[in-house]
């Protein structure tokens, strides 16, 4: 199945989310340990191979964002996107959340091949990521579903979040592509309009 979604796909949800579809500084990847809300409100992420471990104990998908220091798309999207009270209940009910630095050599405790640990920066590269921010969706297993790529507004957001966890819940992915599940979904909606 093709993980990758197409622009078509998210021009018809950003529709949908028009016609209404939807019923904190950043710490080093090292600090973040533990996800949720800390007591100031704020969402605290994962780092990616504790995620992955939480993740498969929980059984809920995971959101990767991928950013750099320098992006300033990547701090727009954390301030005003990530920060939103309606984007955060959603990651918090729905998804583990996992931050990566893309440059970043901390290192994770996932080996690679030749049993060294594997650091964040190896990690973007695996997922062929180039452009930031982006946004990865994966199975509790850890396994690739699809991305967003670039920044969201959080009104724009929200119906993304919703959308995919949909698809993931229902585990459409095993017989459709995003693509495919959106224009369903679009498709019903204005037959019962």
Known sequence: MKRTILYPALLVLLGLAAVGYSEAD??????????????????V??????????????????????????CGWCK????????????MKL?????II????????NPLEIKDD?????????????????????TWFLRPTGEQITY??????ADNFVPVLTMVSDYIKEKAYEKMSINDYVKQKENSKTKKN
């Open 98 to 105: 996992v931050k990566i630095n893309a440059e970043s050599k």
């Open 45 to 70: 992420w994962y780092r990616y191979d504790q995620g992955l471990k939480k993740a498969k104990s929980e059984k809920k998908p995971i959101l990767v964002d991928f950013y750099t220091d320098w």
């Open 148 to 153: 967003v790529p670039g920044y969201y507004p």
């Open 76 to 87: 727009k999207m954390d301030k005003d996107t990530y920060g939103n009270q309606e984007v």
């Open 114 to 134: 030749q049993g060294k640990q594997k650091t964040e920066a190896q990690i973007a590269r695996e997922f062929n990521v180039s452009a930031f921010p982006i």
């Open 91 to 95: 990651l918090n009910e729905k998804f």
């Open 26 to 43: 950043k710490k080093s990847s090292k600090d973040k340990k533990s996800a949720g809300k800390d007591e100031a409100g704020q969402l």
